[in-house]
């Protein structure tokens, strides 16, 4: 059973940094994306940012230029450095994975940015 774990959500100011970390355990044998998504309140989940597992990240719109997807494959960890934190950025951050025939999902971490 594969198992995603979030962590580095929290509160910051507008125009701070927060650093998401996603540890992924279990039986991994191939892999077709690491991602990030949010979801706001009262809004739908909506992707933040993805990497293939040989291609180049993917970024949302509204995130390009402040977000960073980044992966440290030995660790089976994937990470987004946020930077540059708007009061719109406020969501609950969920890691995801997705493999031949199964996408997997972590259980979520707030993150809370004050104007």
């Known amino acids: 059973q594969v198992q995603l774990v979030e962590s580095g959500g929290g509160l910051v100011q507008a125009g701070g940094s927060l650093r998401l970390s996603c540890a992924a355990s279990?039986?991994?044998?191939?892999?077709?994306?690491r991602g990030w998504y949010r979801q706001a309140p009262g809004k739908q989940r909506e992707l933040v940012a993805a990497?293939?597992?040989?291609?180049?990240?993917n970024y949302a719109d509204s995130v390009k230029g402040r977000f960073s997807i980044s992966r440290d494959n030995a660790k089976n960890t994937w990470y987004l450095q946020m930077n540059s934190l708007k009061p719109e950025d406020t969501a609950v951050y969920y890691c995801?994975?997705?493999?031949?025939?199964?996408?997997?999902w972590g259980k979520g971490t707030p993150v809370t940015v004050s104007s």
């Open positions: 995801n994975l997705m493999v031949p025939g199964m996408t997997y």
């Open positions: 279990g039986s991994i044998f191939s892999i077709n994306s």
């Open positions: 990497v293939s597992q040989f291609g180049s990240p």
